[in-house]
């Protein structure tokens, strides 16, 4: 069962491009990249603001400096870990080892689960300092979209990590299969029993009965 287990026994075909963008899990990929900018994208934009008395400018987000700095590493460090895992996809069809393959999915599985929570987190943290955020700290209300924004694809962010594992699509090129040479093994080693007939009841001294 090893030799097709993770699809290993269809390594090697050529990569399609075309089948790859259309694939769920790498769909999935993407928009965990777009929202990854996203998020980091509009608090480094518009994440700082200032009084009208002030030169310096703090975190919009109820002036919380780590607020902000939590939602710029999560994005940074996302979108390089959807680069990264985007490549792998790429590149898994061509991993022949089963111990490869293996280790590749049970780290996208747990890298997965680890950006959920990740996101999960700066949510929460995300939203409940901009419901602490006071009015007069940002009187023009300057931001305002751009803080909610990070605030709602930090949301969405926690479904698009959720793991799915890629040989289960069974468009993928990659998909499980059961091997030949597994199911010949399994054939062989299973014995038919004799029929009823084959045994000599003579000389067994066995007496069929008659019902």
């Known amino acids: 069962m090893d030799g097709g287990a993770f699809g290993a026994g269809k390594a090697g075909g050529a990569f399609d491009p075309q089948a790859f963008i259309r694939q769920p899990h790498t769909l999935l990929r993407l928009l ?24 310096q400018e703090h975190c919009i987000f109820n002036r919380n400096r780590n607020a902000c700095n939590y939602g710029i590493t999560v994005g940074v460090l996302a979108f390089l870990s959807c680069l990264l895992y985007l ?8 991993i022949s080892s089963v111990k490869d393959r293996k280790k590749a999915v049970l780290s996208d599985i747990g890298v997965s689960a680890f950006w959920a929570f990740l996101w999960f987190v700066g949510f929460c943290f995300l939203t409940n300092q901009w419901q602490a955020s006071k009015e007069e700290d940002n009187p023009m209300n300057e931001g305002g979209d751009a ?26 090129p990659y998909a499980p299969y059961t091997n030949e040479e597994d199911a010949t093994d399994a054939v062989g080693t299973y014995q038919q029993p004799p029929p009823a007939d084959a045994f000599d009841t003579e000389t067994q001294g066995y007496q069929t009965q008659n019902y």
């Open 32 to 55: 965990s990249w777009v929202f990854s900018i996203v998020v980091f994208g509009s608090i480094v934009n518009e994440g700082y603001v200032n009084r009208l008395d002030e030169t």
């Open 147 to 172: 803080a909610r924004a990070a605030i709602t694809f930090s949301f969405f962010s926690i479904f698009t990590w959720d793991y799915m594992d890629p040989s289960q699509d069974s468009g993928m």
């Open 87 to 94: 490549a792998l996809d790429a590149y898994f069809p061509q």
